[in-house]
């Protein structure tokens, strides 16, 4: 398989050339087929990799990466049957290597067979090398036992696993087993966002050394600054500026790098270059919109979230950022009507809606307010505030049976315990007074 040869950049062009020239130099070597798959898995010519690790594990039967990273690639895009098969080659080479545990046990359970999972799990976490993998053999228990219905084994492993490792996907597992148990949740809810627990794959990590070229540095470094590592990322993304000074998504994301490393100062200078030379790039206005919010400076925050919506009038995160400045600035009628402009554009968000029914409840607007939480809830059905401002507003309407169904659902996804007896003492007081 030949790819990537005729790449516009001549960094990567060259460096898969060498690969593909040293396969075909020596036919019968799998472990060279099998680094050829490799710079074509690390620089994204997905298909070649896949078949080039097919070929170097048929002329190289022993060695564990060629099964284990086609198995990756293949779940990756989804085929979860073909990746554990390909897995199960790779574990009966080397059976002890705990990252594939866990990465079996993961499919298993997307497809829905936990007891295989559960199995999968157990083997990680015996042959766990360190906390991560710990961590996350623990959690893929738990999820397998709540599969299989042991939701009071499953609690009891999470209750402790939350002590020492506090994730979010934690604390949501968590929340997830109370409820099964229908337990009062003692611990505060959990966004539906919450990310995704990781673990050490050294073997994997392999790829990231044959990275090559502006582009395929460029993608490594936003995966790296997605997972919160923006220290890595820097170390990514500022050789990069020396090949291409004026790129907008490598300047963009250095800014992003430099305001989670502490360095505001030089985030805004990145964002000022930006904004000289790429003045109609509307993530350069929403990042500077941020970065003067944080200085205090609300009216060019505005004026740069209002530019950046001009040019991407359907970007969320622009659409939220400007209610949520206006609802801090008291402009409660402005934010309403931002709210109404989002929608117009087809943007819906939970927080959003959330916060409009905030704005109405907190006028006396009880129908506004109550239409306002139903589509937060629809939009986030796990979003605990959303249900209990849901149930209080029901209440103030005088729609007491309503309200108390939707206390009950704030009190199931985790609300605190403090917020649950405050709506109820509200609710029973009113139906009381109205019907006295």
């Known amino acids: 398989m030949v790819a990537g040869v005729d790449s516009d950049d001549a960094e990567l062009a060259a460096f898969v050339r060498e690969r593909v020239d040293d396969a075909v130099a020596d036919a019968q070597s799998g472990a060279l087929r099998g680094r050829l798959a490799m710079a074509y898995d690390a620089n994204g010519f997905d298909e ?3 078949a080039s690790y097919s070929q ?8 564990f990466l060629w099964p284990y990273l086609r198995a990756l690639l ?4 989804g085929n979860y049957e073909r990746a554990i098969e390909d897995l199960g080659r790779a574990l009966a080479i080397d059976g002890d290597y705990a990252p594939a545990w866990l990465w079996r046990g993961t499919w298993l359970l997307d497809l829905g067979r936990a007891s295989g999972a559960n199995e999968a799990f157990r083997r990680a976490l015996e042959l766990a090398p360190d906390e991560s993998t710990r961590v996350a053999a623990e959690a893929g228990l738990a999820r397998a036992l709540l599969a299989q219905g042991a939701a009071e084994a499953a609690h009891g ?5 939350a002590e020492s490792a506090p994730h979010p996907a934690v604390l949501r597992l968590l929340a997830n087993s109370g409820r099964a148990l229908g337990k009062e949740a003692d611990f505060p809810s959990v966004e539906p966002a919450a990310t995704a627990l990781e673990w050490a ?3 994997r990590a392999q790829l990231d050394d044959l990275v090559r070229g502006f582009d395929g540095r460029l993608r490594q470094a936003e995966g790296v600054l997605s997972r919160g590592d923006a220290e890595a990322a820097l170390d990514i993304l500022e050789p990069l500026r020396k090949q291409r000074p004026e790129d907008r998504t490598l300047l963009n994301n250095l800014a992003i790098a430099y305001a989670a490393t502490g360095k505001p100062a030089t985030a805004m200078e990145t ?3 930006g904004l000289r030379l790429h003045d109609d790039y509307y993530l350069f206005h929403f990042n500077a919109a941020v970065a003067y919010e944080e200085r205090g400076d609300t009216r060019t925050a505005l004026m740069h979230l209002d530019r950046a919506l001009s040019l991407q009038p359907a970007f969320a995160p622009a659409h939220e950022r400007k209610v949520l400045v206006l609802i801090g600035q008291q402009r409660h009628d402005d934010a309403l009507a931002a709210v109404a402009t989002a929608l117009a554009e087809g943007v819906q968000t939970a927080s959003m809606m959330y916060r409009a029914g905030v704005v109405e409840g907190s006028r006396g607007r009880w129908g506004n307010a109550i239409g306002h939480f139903q589509q937060a809830v629809s939009l986030a059905p796990r979003l605990a505030r959303a249900h209990l ?7 103030e309407a005088g729609r007491h049976d309503e309200a ?11 609300a605190a315990s403090a917020d649950i007896a405050s709506a109820r003492r509200r609710i029973e007081a009113l139906f009381t007074s109205e019907s006295s």
């Open 48 to 50: 070649a990799a896949i």
């Open 157 to 161: 492993l999470l209750s402790s696993l």
């Open 56 to 63: 170097a594990a048929e002329l190289d039967s022993d060695e």
């Open 201 to 203: 794959d050294p073997r």
């Open 74 to 77: 293949l779940a990756h895009q």
């Open 404 to 414: 108390r169904g939707a206390l009950d659902d704030a009190e199931r996804l985790g």
């Open 271 to 273: 964002l000022q270059e």
């Open 389 to 395: 401002a849901l149930a209080r507003s029901l209440a």
